[in-house]
């Protein structure tokens, strides 16, 4: 099967089973709100975010695409996104896919990680404003406060934390990890490092699997939540002598780094459920490597100077996004409310700075989303 022929069955299966997007998609080709400006999108360039943007397009405009990261680029989305008359730029030719969407000049963007944000900003550009939905993003926003124009902030509202990375993270991770590893879970020790939104599912999900979960974590308050949801709490370096399976779900650049990677006993594995891939040192696993080995798709193991190996899934990349597996739902009502948003954005006088995404179109979308799941069968 070629790769387009891949996707569109999997944007048939999405439309059978939960087609939450397709309403908005018909609200948005009557009513027009990107008529007459140029949109920039960067985001995970999935079959997920294909279904997205399949509806967006609909709402008129100009609209350009690149891709956040190579490792998480599907080559059918990209065709596929080609065949709609889409400028799409993954970053792997001569020009950078976010210097691309620059050059446009977008007057509204979708963002992950507020790195076409930042762009705009480094290049002068004043935008009619823009989506974020990462919490690495939102953090890089901040430090780049003031801003000329607004930002929705849509990841710390209701709904994204509690489906999308609590739910939709981690019942995606495990089964990667055991189409990658062959491992089941049960009686093996995991610890997860990072407890929030995202840290929380997977420790959740890794537990209901049958494995012993630690977690690490340096903020007190959401330490204490992770003691009273049951698990055990410590601090990563002890923990990481004893762990077999390790994942980092923090947003922060090298949580596993030299120092936590040296103390790692022999057979540990590694992986991410973050947003970007440098959660994990992989460089510096790659230069102090005595020998390197290709053990599978998207598994490579590292054997150290006396012999210790520890084995990293998708190149440090999330695991989750990469392998694209679970239900799509979570991710699909997220990507709910990142259209609801920027139609909000097309649409509204707001001001510049952070916005905190509205109540009511959290509620929309919701309501959006039961209607699909409570919707009497047959019907």
């Known amino acids: 099967m070629s790769d387009t022929a891949r996707v569109s069955a999997e944007l048939a299966r999405i439309d059978a089973f939960f087609p939450v997007l397709q309403g908005l998609g018909t609200r948005w080709a009557a009513s027009r709100p990107f008529e007459g400006l140029t949109v920039g999108v ?17 709402g008129g405009g100009r609209w350009v695409v690149s891709a956040a990261n190579p490792a998480t680029t599907d080559p059918g989305v990209v065709e596929y996104l080609r065949t709609l008359d889409l400028e799409v730029h993954t970053g792997r030719g001569s020009r950078d ?55 929705l902030n849509i990841n710390d509202g209701r709904l994204k934390p509690a489906i999308e990375s609590r739910r939709g993270v981690g019942e995606g991770l495990w089964p990667a990890f055991t189409q990658l590893t062959g491992q089941h879970l049960s009686g093996r020790m995991v610890l997860v490092v990072g407890y929030g939104p995202v840290g929380a599912g997977v420790a959740s999900f890794a537990r209901a699997a049958g494995a012993t979960v630690e977690v690490a974590e340096l903020d007190p308050v959401r330490r204490l939540v ?97 392998s694209n597996l679970g239900s799509p739902e979570p991710v699909l009502l997220h990507f709910l409310l990142l259209g609801l948003g920027l139609e909000y954005v097309a649409r509204k006088e707001l001001d510049a700075g952070e916005v905190a995404v509205p109540a009511a179109l ?18």
């Open 42 to 58: 960067h985001l995970h360039l999935t079959t997920i975010t294909l279904a997205l943007i399949r509806e967006l397009v609909l």
């Open 97 to 151: 896919g976010v210097a691309a969407t620059v050059a446009a000049e977008p007057m509204l963007f979708a963002d992950v990680g507020f790195r076409l944000g930042s762009a705009l900003l480094d290049d002068g550009q004043c935008p009619r404003g823009g989506v974020e939905i990462t919490r690495s993003g939102v953090s890089v926003l901040r430090d780049r406060l003031p801003l000329p124009f607004p930002v």
């Open 226 to 322: 992770a003691h009273y949801d049951g698990l055990a709490t410590t601090d990563a370096v002890p923990a990481l002598k004893r762990a077999r399976i390790v994942v980092t779900a923090t947003g922060r650049q090298n949580t596993l780094g030299p120092a936590e990677l040296a103390c790692m006993p022999d057979g540990s594995i590694v992986l991410s459920a973050g947003h970007g891939g440098d959660e994990i040192d992989v460089a510096w696993l790659r230069n102090n490597a005595t020998t390197v080995d290709q053990i599978g798709a998207r598994v490579v193991r590292y054997t150290l100077p006396g012999g210790r190996r520890v084995t990293v899934l998708a190149d440090g990349h999330p695991l989750n996004i990469v």
């Open 362 to 379: 959290e509620e929309e979308a919701a309501r959006l989303a039961l209607g699909v799941i409570e919707r009497p069968l047959g019907a």
